[in-house]
């Protein structure tokens, strides 16, 4: 609907990712870097963690668009909760090698086989394993067991590992110290810094052909990060509905305003939304595990980015008031009577209960008055909706026709 209102050859904020939208952010440059290294150095495991959303999946769309196939054959995985057998068969799958049988000796045979002839048909071969963390130990083992693999010298397949960040917990297991020495570079995808929010949106909306309409006010941009604490796909998310909502009310300049009426009509927490995103510390291994090992020396202009960052254990946060569910404010916990006895600590209880009675009654009129906007905005839409059934125009066409009126 807002593509065809604003002129755009496509959507520019769908929330399935798309290679063709990467915008490189600084810790997406960093990503590269490290997996560029990898595949430099053509052996052991490359680890890349982030957030749900933060474009991992994004950047190994890219990374498969920049790989030649005469030089390097590449397969992607996408991880389910599978063991070791299964995730033979999907290895094999992935690289479209025939085992002579569902067995786990023939499924190793067969792949063993095609990474020879890969080597010798002078191509390196390249396996990146996305949703890492759904993975079990075993799983992982036989990955390690893969990566021995090798032709004299040479080793024949090299792993990048794709995870959310409770993977780094798992990868510090004892049970994982053979792996762990197999890792040569790590990183964390951080969110985008509030500098980055404008050349992201410029940069996704250039590609489908914006000529400045819609206008964004600065304080676009402001509110964009706030609410979205710089996650991709969350700006995305609010992106996508701030131009429907543009769209709807025929506007041609959005500011912060609209992200903000966008974000309660989502019915968003802006609290729990502009909660920041710090930088990762990796959780620390267990008294019997060993810290990462180095691995190979790492390229000078990388080796700063690989220094260990320190943990900073989180204050202890209220299980009452941690995440309060949206509209509502987290309630005081009544004051104990303790030392009061008789109609004095009764007065107290009552006194307590009738606070929380107004603070619920408060809660609830704004959660009404909240489903009355709701309820208007919806009848706009569907006013918009009738009319062009009835008239048997385009968005566009009726838009043009409101502006000329």
Not at 155 to 164: G, R
Not at 240 to 264: F, I, P, S, T
Request: overall charge negative; proline content about 8%.
């Amino acid at each position: 609907m807002y593509d065809s209102f604003y002129g755009f050859t496509a959507r520019p904020f769908q929330l399935t990712p798309d290679p063709r939208f990467w915008f490189e952010s600084a810790t997406h440059r960093t990503a590269m870097s490290y997996l560029g290294y990898g595949l430099a150095q053509g052996e052991g495991f490359i680890v890349i963690t982030g957030e749900v959303g933060s474009g991992k999946t994004t950047l190994v769309g890219h990374v498969m668009k920049s790989i030649d196939p005469s030089r390097l054959t590449a397969a992607r995985l996408v991880s389910t909760q599978v063991a070791d057998a299964d995730l033979l068969r999907l290895v094999c799958d992935a690289f479209g090698i025939a085992a002579a049988s569902p067995a786990k000796s023939d499924a190793l045979a067969a792949i063993e086989t095609f990474l020879h002839e890969e080597a010798r048909a002078g191509r390196r071969t390249l396996l990146i394993v996305d949703e890492a963390q759904n993975l079990d130990f075993s799983a992982l083992e036989e990955l390690r067991m893969l990566s021995n693999f090798q032709l004299g010298e040479t080793s024949l397949l090299q792993i990048f590992l794709l995870a959310q960040p409770e993977f780094r917990a798992t990868l510090a297991s004892p049970q994982l110290e053979q792996l762990r020495q197999r890792v040569i570079a790590t990183h964390h995808l951080e969110a985008m810094l509030p500098e980055e929010i404008e050349p992201y949106l410029i940069h996704r909306l250039s590609l489908v052909g914006w000529r400045e309409n819609p206008v964004f006010a600065p304080g676009v941009y402001d509110e964009l990060w706030r609410a979205s604490a710089g996650i991709p796909r969350r700006v995305n998310s609010i992106v996508n509905r701030l131009l429907l909502h543009g769209a709807v009310e025929e506007r041609h300049m959005l500011d912060g305003d609209d992200v903000r009426a966008v974000v309660d009509d989502m019915g968003l927490s802006r609290e729990e939304l502009s909660e920041p995103v710090t930088g990762f510390a990796p959780a620390p291994a267990p008294a019997s595990a060993p810290a990462f090992a180095s691995g190979p020396a790492v390229a000078p202009e990388l080796a700063p980015r690989m220094e260990p960052q320190p943990v900073v254990a989180p204050a202890p946060v209220p299980v009452s008031s941690a995440h309060p569910a949206p509209g509502f404010a987290a309630s005081s916990p009544a004051p104990s009577p303790m030392g009061v006895s008789g109609e004095e600590g009764k007065k107290q209880k009552i006194a307590a209960l009738t606070e929380q009675t107004e603070q619920l009654k408060q809660q609830i009129a704004a959660l009404e008055q909240r489903c009355d906007e709701q309820d208007a905005a919806i009848r706009r839409i569907l006013g918009l909706l009738i009319d062009w059934v009835e008239q048997g125009e385009e968005p566009s066409a009726t838009a043009a026709r409101g502006r000329a009126a």
